[in-house]
């Protein structure tokens, strides 16, 4: 027999319907756990193809939100994101070249990165280390073919990622 | 090869939206540029390198820029604060 797995929300309840302010989504935070420190390239084309078509298809995600977003600032933001994800692609790509798997170049790039930014000195900017590994677990989730939700399951820990909304 | 010696006015430092539109001006360019706050350096057209700076309002920077547009380039670099 099947375990049934029972997920408590707490908070208040709201009633349906529209509500501005901020949101959050729901997501694994051990994504990274999961992925090995020195995984090898063993044909460095395909890990390279593996990786463009995630960027690619993140991309697209990115821009798509960016273009129905109805504040200057939400699309500044979400072009700040494009960018962060290019900077981290480009680097994976280096490492790929050099031998690593895509997974493992990306999990050390996007930590290496995170806790540098997170200890840079400045608290304003140390909190921008969250965007870092905000996308680099975006591009993770895609290249490990899973969408940017995944439901609740015991024993796993999650976090609640803030998502931008603009109040009017 | 120029050094400007640059006072950062934005009010929240250069986080991840000034400095993605900083790369934006920087990445037109050919020239090479390195952001040198005390004794660490960023690549000035890597948003990475350049947020694990933490460069905040206040701080000073030089920023070296060489290669065959630098003056074109340190016009808008100027312009960009």
Same mark, same amino acid.
């Given at each position: ?39 090898? +390239?063993? %044909? &460095? $084309? /395909? @890990? ?5 078509? =995630?960027? #690619?298809? *993140?991309?697209?995600?990115?821009? !798509? ?23 981290? +692609?480009? %680097? &994976? $790509? /280096? @490492? ?5 798997? =895509?997974? #493992?170049? *990306?999990?050390?790039?996007?930590? !290496? ?56 | ?81």
């Amino acid at each position: 027999m099947k375990a049934m797995v029972k997920v408590l929300f707490k908070g208040k309840p709201v009633s349906q319907g529209f509500a501005i302010g901020k949101a959050f989504i729901l997501r694994r935070s051990d994504i990274f756990r999961e992925v090995d420190d020195n995984c090898r +390239a063993i %044909e &460095v $084309e /395909k @890990e390279l193809e593996k990786l463009w078509r =995630a960027l #690619s298809k *993140l991309r697209e995600k990115m821009f !798509k939100l960016r273009d129905s977003a109805t504040h200057n600032q939400l699309r500044d933001i979400i072009n700040a994101q494009v960018t962060i994800l290019e900077a981290i +692609a480009g %680097e &994976v $790509e /280096k @490492e790929i070249r050099e031998g690593l798997c =895509a997974e #493992s170049s *990306l999990k050390r790039i996007t930590l !290496k990165h995170y806790n540098q930014i997170s200890s840079s000195g400045s608290e304003l900017i140390g909190m921008r280390a969250d965007d870092v590994l905000d996308v680099g677990t975006q591009l993770m989730s895609e290249l490990r073919g899973r969408g940017p939700f995944i439901p609740p399951r015991r024993g796993t820990s999650y976090w609640l990622q803030r998502i931008y909304c603009l109040q009017t | 090869m120029r050094v400007l010696h640059v006072k950062l006015l934005n009010k929240s430092g250069l986080h991840a939206r000034p400095a993605s539109v900083f790369i934006q001006t920087t990445k037109r360019h050919s020239s090479r540029i390195i952001i040198r706050k005390g004794n660490r350096e960023a690549d000035g057209k890597n948003v990475l390198q350049i947020l694990s700076l933490g460069i905040d309002m206040g701080d000073e920077v030089d920023i070296i820029i060489d290669g065959e547009d630098e003056d074109v380039t340190a016009r808008e670099v100027e312009d960009f604060n």
